[in-house]
Structures are given as structure tokens and as C-alpha cells.
């Protein structure tokens, strides 16, 4: 529209009586084109800046829901999560209740194994050291006995000093002073 109506214009201007207004006219045509022009851009200008300001209020308020989003979806998560941990230290108190139990039961068992064996191992020893010292006893009351009953008559007149030494195994000294100490 702005188009045909300039071109009636210029039509009109170019007739040679209006020349001079035709002049004018057209300065002041393009004078009030130019501030159009202007007006237009600025109006241009100034949309394209609200509409940049709408974009990075929408791209804003975009990523503050984004960011509530991501933060619901990490508490949900969380939550989940620690249900799930909750779920899972349950089970392993459960789980390590149930061991504890197998333990002390294998524990009491393999104590009461150890304790047998050891009574066991103690009846033994005390066996060997009863039949070991029966056999000592048995040895050295034969041993005193024998040497009682040979202290008598060996220590007569009938041995020589040298030979009462040699069959009691002691020292002549010891000889003669038995035989001094005999009555």
C-alpha cells in the first residue's frame, strides 16, 4: 500500500506546475519516510528486545523448572535409595544375627571338641605318669628292700671292705663306717 500511494504521489509531482511543491512535498515525503524508517526500526528494535527478553525470561524460568525437576528427581531418588538402604541394613542385621548364631554354635562346638580332647589327652599323661611312677616305686621300694635285707648280714666279718664297696656300690670310707655305726 505504501507502494502505490507513493507512486500517485510522484505521478502528481511530475506534472511541470507543481514542480517546486512537488519538490517540497518529496523532502518532506522522504524526510517523514526516513523518520518512518527510523521510528520503524527502532519499533523493530525494540520488539526484537522485548522478544530477547520474553526468550531468556521463558529460557530462565525453562531452567528453574529443569532445575526443580532434576532436584525431584534427585530427593525421589534419594528417598528410593535410602529405602533401599534401609531395606538392605535390615536384611544385613538379619543376615549377621543369623552368623553370629552359626559362629557361637560352631564356637561352643569346636570348645567343647577342645575340652574333650584335652581330658582325654590329661587322662593319658595322668595313666602313663601313674604307671610310670607305679613302675619307679616298684623299682626303688625293691632297691630298698634289697639293700635293707643285704645291709645285715653283707656288713659281717665274712667280706672284705673292697668287696662290701663294690657290691652296694658305695665308697670303702662308707663301708667302714657303716660297719663302725652297725651294733
Known amino acids: 500500500m505504501k507502494g502505490a500511494l507513493f507512486a500517485v504521489l510522484v505521478e502528481f509531482l511530475a506534472q ?7 519538490e517540497r512535498i518529496t ?6 519516510l526516513k523518520r518512518l524508517e527510523s521510528v520503524v526500526a527502532k519499533a523493530i528494535k525494540d520488539e526484537r ?11 530462565e524460568g525453562m531452567k528453574e523448572e529443569l532445575r526443580r525437576s ?33 559362629l557361637n554354635a ?37 632297691a630298698a628292700v634289697k639293700q635293707h635285707i643285704r645291709e645285715r648280714p653283707i656288713f659281717d666279718a ?10 652296694n656300690g658305695i665308697s670303702i670310707r662308707e663301708v667302714k663306717r657303716r660297719r663302725r655305726a652297725a651294733p
Not at 127 to 135: G, H, K, Q, T, V
Not at 158 to 167: F, Q
Open 16 to 22: 511541470d506546475e507543481a514542480k517546486p511543491m512537488a
Open 27 to 32: 523532502s518532506e515525503v522522504q524526510t517523514i
Open 49 to 59: 528486545a522485548k522478544i530477547a527478553e520474553q526468550k531468556a525470561e521463558m529460557i
Open 70 to 102: 532434576v532436584i525431584a528427581q534427585k530427593s525421589l531418588t534419594t528417598r528410593q535409595v535410602n529405602q533401599s538402604i534401609a531395606v538392605q541394613e535390615q536384611e544385613n542385621q538379619v543376615l549377621l544375627a543369623s552368623m553370629e548364631r552359626r
Open 106 to 142: 560352631a564356637g561352643a562346638a569346636a570348645e567343647a571338641r577342645v575340652v574333650a580332647k584335652q581330658d582325654k589327652l590329661l587322662t593319658e599323661l595322668s595313666a602313663a605318669i601313674d604307671r610310670l611312677l607305679a613302675e619307679r616305686l616298684q623299682a626303688f621300694a625293691f
Open 158 to 167: 665274712h667280706h672284705t671292705n673292697r668287696e662290701l664297696a663294690s657290691i
